[in-house]
């Protein structure tokens, strides 16, 4: 089946500096990706959707400046954590799909857990 | 925003029973998902059922989906261990998953 690989799966940074979260689609082309993040107890926020050499959508209060998307290729998207701060600190989790296949659910990645110090 | 409120947000139940999470949502949608979500980890997509279908089964699971009321329950038979770990409805809808906020599922032995 698809699989999505997202890297790394955790990381610890300062305050101040920039984390790169990476997401692949392995065996399938991801023509759409989803960004989301999570904290402790609570259910995944949708960040952005970013659709393969587009710019990324992001939901309303998500600081587009803060979080960069880039998604240019069909194999991979990233998300950059820019400047971090203790409250950034969360788990981010990547989906990826192919609008061609859409109605058959997305493939999640397994997840950054970001701590911010 | 999310899309669908689950209940009961917590579940505690003996091994062996079965266990029923609920979910609404708010707009249409051209399907639903559950996901299951061990502690800090990952998800795993359970299973997908389209807007026009009432029912569906995979394994110990059946989940059902009312569009004229906009609920969606997910039935685990049989409940093991295994199963503990929290469980999300996830609507699809315009391109996009908007998860609902969870239920934590919790099997005593």
């Known amino acids: 089946g698809a699989v999505v690989s997202q890297h790394p799966s955790r990381v610890i940074c300062k305050s101040g500096t920039s984390v790169k979260i990476e997401c692949r689609s392995l065996d399938f082309q991801a023509t759409t990706m989803f960004w989301y993040r999570q904290f402790p107890k609570q259910s995944l926020m949708l960040m952005a959707t970013?659709?393969?050499?587009?710019?990324?959508?992001?939901e309303q209060g998500v600081e587009k400046d803060k979080f960069l998307i880039n998604h240019a290729s069909l194999t991979l998207s990233t998300l950059t954590v820019t400047s971090a701060h203790p409250e950034d600190s969360s788990f981010y989790i990547c989906s990826a799909g192919d609008r061609g296949l859409k109605h058959y659910g997305y493939t999640f990645g397994s997840g950054t857990r970001l701590t911010v110090v | 925003s999310q899309q669908g409120e689950e209940d009961p947000q917590a579940l505690s139940i003996q091994e062996g029973e079965n266990a029923t999470m609920n979910c609404s949502y708010k707009?249409?949608?051209?399907?639903l998902q559950w996901y299951r979500q061990n502690s800090g980890r990952g998800l795993v997509h359970l299973i997908l059922i389209r807007s026009n279908e009432r029912e569906k089964h995979s394994g110990r699971l059946r989940v059902t989906l009312d569009t004229s009321k906009k609920s969606s329950s997910l039935l685990i038979t049989a409940s093991r261990a295994a199963d503990t770990a929290s469980y999300f409805c996830a609507a699809y809808r315009d391109d996009k998953i908007i998860f609902g906020k969870g239920t934590r599922l919790h099997i005593l032995p």
């Open positions: 707009t249409s949608i051209n399907n």
């Open positions: 970013s659709n393969e050499g587009s710019k990324a959508t992001y």
